[in-house]
């Protein structure tokens, strides 16, 4: 199983921008999707995760500026991220968690990251 985001950039504190991660590997089901983030010299923080049934969940800093959403049949989540701050810069992570797999036989995993992808504000 791969994740493989896409989206990040250089924007100006106020704007938005969209992030996309999608996971690969004849994926069955996958039960949580999430954001994290982690900025130089601190430790990687939970932005939000969503569950299969839609259930979110958000960090206190992005809430009601942040809005994840996932496309199940496309195993795809997604982060609107709007009125950008300069501290929301940071390398941004895809999660899955709870992943089911099926090629000659379901296989189980209980979590993968994928590869950062960098947002940076400029105030």
């Known amino acids: 199983v791969q994740l493989q985001a896409s989206g990040g950039g250089l924007v100006q504190a106020g704007e938005s921008l969209r992030l996309s991660c999608t996971a690969r590997?004849?994926?069955?089901?996958?039960?949580?999707m999430a954001w994290y983030r982690q900025a130089p010299g601190k430790q990687r923080e939970l932005v939000a995760d969503?569950?299969?049934?839609?259930?979110?969940n958000y960090a206190d800093p992005v809430k009601g500026r942040f809005t994840i959403s996932r496309d199940n049949a496309a195993n795809t989540v997604y982060l609107q991220m709007s009125s950008l701050k300069p501290e929301d810069t940071a390398a941004y992570y895809c999660?899955?968690?709870?992943?089911?797999?099926?090629?000659?036989?379901?296989?189980?995993?209980?979590?993968?990251w994928g590869q950062g992808t960098q947002v940076t504000v400029s105030s």
């Open positions: 590997g004849h994926i069955l089901k996958i039960d949580t």
């Open positions: 969503i569950t299969d049934d839609g259930s979110v």
């Open positions: 999660y899955a968690s709870r992943i089911v797999t099926l090629t000659t036989t379901k296989s189980f995993f209980y979590y993968v």
